[in-house]
Nanobody, 124 residues
Framework: VQLQASGGGLVQAGESLRLSCVAS????????TAWFRQAPGKEREFVAS????????YYAGSVRGRFTISRVNAKNTVYLQMNSLKPEDTAIYYC????????????WGPGANWGQGTLVTVSS
């Protein structure tokens, strides 16, 4: 499965962005999808995950209530709606898929399928 993340950009604090992660290739099996981010000089961190059927979903505490993850399997696409963005949300955002449970996404590593990132910059 190849993953392509898009939708990043430069916004001001308080504004919104929607990221997309499109899967191509062997997408016929069920998989969970997650978003991660890596800010400059920091380690990659888990943001949100979603099960194949669209629920359950899981969020990092820092984004809960502001970000929403969703998916449209007919389009092989997972979205991350990001509202009320803060400068500390600035990072490269990556999507990943795995046959592991979305509840374990924070522990996903090289065994997951990773896409290239999309840069989100939030100015104050």
């Amino acid at each position: 499965v190849q993953l392509q993340a898009s939708g990043g950009g430069l916004v001001q604090a308080g504004e919104s962005l929607r990221l997309s992660c499109v899967a191509s290739g062997r997408t016929s099996f069920a998989y969970a999808t997650a978003w991660f981010r890596q800010a400059p000089g920091k380690e990659r961190e888990f943001v949100a995950s979603i099960a194949w059927r669209g629920s359950p979903t899981y969020y990092a505490g820092s984004v809960r209530g502001r970000f929403t993850i969703s998916r449209v399997n007919a389009k092989n696409t997972v979205y991350l709606q990001m509202n009320s963005l803060k400068p500390e949300d600035t990072a490269i955002y990556y999507c990943a898929t795995s046959t592991s449970s979305p509840s374990e996404a924070a522990d996903w590593g090289p065994g997951a399928n990773w896409g290239q990132g999309t840069l989100v910059t939030v100015s104050s």
